[in-house]
């Protein structure tokens, strides 16, 4: 079955930084865009952070120039390096399949504290 498992999560001061990993199985990994959302609390999933399948990349405003979204391949992993976090980056972070059916893995939380 189809399961994306995301790790890197964890607290951290703002200004640091971190870099969240998801493992990507049962799918054809090479032929399926991207994405990396949050939710915080008491909010609705946000977009973060997508990639294409040929690595074009798209961001969100707010993690424009602050985080950077990857993929390899090889490892059938997608990355998503944050830096400068701030306390409003604090969310459960999710990746995604950006296809139809769509598929989330279990979340990561990451806590920034001012």
């Known amino acids: 079955q189809v399961q994306l498992v995301e790790s890197g999560g964890g607290l951290v001061q703002a200004g640091g930084s971190l870099r969240l990993s998801c493992a990507v199985s049962?799918?054809?990994?090479?032929?399926?865009?991207m994405g990396w959302y949050r939710q915080a609390p008491g909010k609705q999933r946000e977009l973060v952070a997508v990639?294409?399948?040929?690595?074009?990349?798209n961001y969100a405003d707010s993690t424009k120039g602050r985080f950077t979204i990857s993929r390899d391949s090889a490892k059938k992993t997608v990355y998503l390096e944050m830096s400068n976090l701030k306390p409003e980056d604090t969310a459960v972070y999710y990746c995604s399949t950006e296809s139809s059916p769509r598929y989330w893995g279990q979340g990561t939380q990451v806590t920034v504290s001012s």
């Open positions: 049962g799918i054809i990994f090479s032929s399926n865009p």
């Open positions: 990639i294409g399948r040929g690595g074009t990349t």
